[in-house]
């Protein structure tokens, strides 16, 4: 019997400005976009294009202060735009994770790498501190970082950039989320660093059934990894597309331009 895609993430209309001195900034100005559980997503578009806003006003992750929002973000059904900061984080880590760009500095360097995974399987799944400590080692082995064990008690600075960058991604996953959210996961990676990391996230989605939104400038990055790609520019979504139709089929000048950067 054929199974029915399920709609995890609905967005509508989505506004998100921020008050300064010179104005209103249109971060984000009208998107709307779905996605499916199980299905990966790329937005793409160059610095200041909103991508990396829209990310972080899907998560609840802005300020409240100066920060105006409107539209639907509805997540599994559920309307999550405008929820207070203790109903989201109880969505955060659980339902939704996000992998930070610069792992050096999302990473705390004063706390070694097994007790930031065990952090929020203590927070949010009142784990033991042995329990924790033994899911965190299979965390680890399941982002292929050799000598697991070992690396559970170094610190940040021990590891390498791509080490970090797995690391990052354990934490990540460790309570199971069903969306995942990666900001340029493979900047300051060298090309064959990137390439693993981008098949580890395609790994872990497709053994997890977990969706995943890739933020990126580079369409390189989303080619062969993401179902759909969404293309930002001036806080709008200018070009969307399964991802194969898109590069057979650019229409946007904007979109050809990001593909000859490549």
């Known amino acids: 019997m054929r199974q029915e895609h399920q709609l995890l993430l609905e967005v509508t209309d989505l506004r998100t400005h921020f008050r300064t001195e010179r104005g209103l900034v249109r971060a984000v100005d009208g998107v709307s976009l779905t996605l499916e559980r199980g299905k990966c997503l790329g937005i793409v578009g160059e610095s200041g294009s909103g991508k990396t806003v829209l990310s972080r006003s899907l998560m609840g992750l802005l300020p409240s202060s100066n920060t105006v929002t409107s539209g639907s973000v509805k997540f599994e059904g559920k309307e999550i735009l405008g929820l207070p900061s203790k109903q989201m984080r109880r969505l955060w880590g659980r339902e939704m994770s996000m992998v930070f760009q610069n792992p050096m500095t999302s990473l705390n360097p004063l706390m070694k790498i097994g007790e930031q995974i065990a952090e929020p399987l203590n927070l949010h799944l009142d784990m033991s501190r042995a329990d924790a400590r033994a899911t965190a080692e299979r965390l680890l082995r399941d982002v292929r970082i050799p000598e697991a064990a070992r690396r559970l ?110």
């Open 153 to 262: 008690d170094q610190y940040p600075h021990e590891l390498s950039g791509g080490m970090r960058q797995r690391a990052m991604i354990a934490i990540a996953l460790a309570c199971g989320p069903t969306l995942l959210f990666a900001d340029e996961p493979t900047t300051a990676l060298d090309v064959t660093v990137q390439a693993q990391i981008l098949q580890l996230i395609g790994e872990q989605r497709r053994d997890r059934n977990m969706s995943v939104v890739l933020v990126t400038h580079d369409l390189g990055v989303v080619a062969g990894h993401t179902d759909e790609i969404a293309v930002m520019y001036g806080g709008k979504l200018v070009e969307k597309a399964p991802t194969s139709v898109l590069f057979a089929h650019m229409k946007m000048p904007y979109t050809m331009s990001l593909m000859r950067s490549i």
